[in-house]
Nanobody, 121 residues
Framework: AQFVVESGGGSVQAGGSLRLSCTAS????????LSWYRQAPGNGREFVSS???????TYVDSVKGRFTLSRGDAKFTVYLQMVTLKPEDTAMYSC???????????????WGQGTQVTVSS
């Protein structure tokens, strides 16, 4: 079973927008922190943004003011709204779910398979 599923990637021109979604399939009694990472060809994995259980969001400096991470109506779903995209945003974007909680049966870190974002100049 795949616990983390992403969607919403695609190809856009510079200045365009995309919205990525991530859903973690875990029990309601678990607590989940969700975050996005990206990896461009030849580069290491880079942190992009995260949202904690209390709603606190964090962004890498290069996307501040352009990317917004928010929770969806469904539990354990988040959306990464990306605007004013740049060619350097081109990467495979992966969602990470840190699952924890005393009564949570599957406490671990899970990764999705990723969704490709390509921004052309």
């Amino acid at each position: 079973a795949q616990f983390v599923v992403e969607s919403g990637g695609g190809s856009v021109q510079a200045g365009g927008s995309l919205r990525l979604s991530c859903t973690a399939s875990v029990e309601d009694r678990c607590t989940v922190d969700l975050s996005w990472y990206r990896q461009a060809p030849g580069n290491g994995r880079e942190f992009v943004s995260s949202i904690e259980n209390d709603g606190t969001t964090t962004y890498v400096d290069s996307v501040k003011g352009r990317f917004t991470l928010s929770r969806g109506d469904a539990k354990f779903t988040v959306y990464l709204q990306m605007v004013t995209l740049k060619p350097e945003d081109t990467a495979m974007y992966s969602c990470r779910a840190d699952v924890y909680g005393d009564s949570c049966p599957r406490r671990a870190t899970y990764w999705g398979q990723g969704t490709q974002v390509t921004v052309s100049s």
